[in-house]
């Protein structure tokens, strides 16, 4: 019987342990990235989703797929998957995180800094902003 009780026990720790590092491996922006503020003004917003939506189709469509559910050809074979844009979990993030997310990239995901200029980056956030 206390074998028994020390078995379920043991294995709620390991489940709990596991759900823990799985957690671990959410990509999280720093801090700092949060707070970030998107220089684009609401009036010009229009424009730059439009330049944004380009960059979108040359640059990232390949593997977040032309609406952003992560599932372009691309994307098929990589480990982890490129996410889905339009999900909870990205589009609850604030601009500042995505486009640090955007600069700096991660395992598969460019890291578009050296690539896109800092205009450009916004503008494929404000893009994606537009996807949920
Ligand atoms: C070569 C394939 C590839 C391309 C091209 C690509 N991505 Fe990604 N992207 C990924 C992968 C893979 C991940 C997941 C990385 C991880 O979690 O480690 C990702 C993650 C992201 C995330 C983070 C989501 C989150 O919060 O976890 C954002 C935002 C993103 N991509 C936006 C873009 C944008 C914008 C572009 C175009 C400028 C782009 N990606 C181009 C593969 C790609």
Redesign the pocket.
Known sequence: MKTKLLYILGLIIIVGFMSFTFQED??TAPEGAKKLKNPVSSADKAESIKRGAK??KT??M???GTTGKGD?I??KA?S????N?VSK??QS?TDG??FW??TNG?????K?GPI?TEEQRWD??NY?RTLK
């Open positions: 959410r990509w960059i979108f640059r990232c390949i593997c977040h372009g691309g994307g990589l982890p998957k490129p996410q844009l979990m990205v993030q995180e995505i997310k955007v991660r395992n598969d995901m460019i578009w896109l494929v956030v994606v």
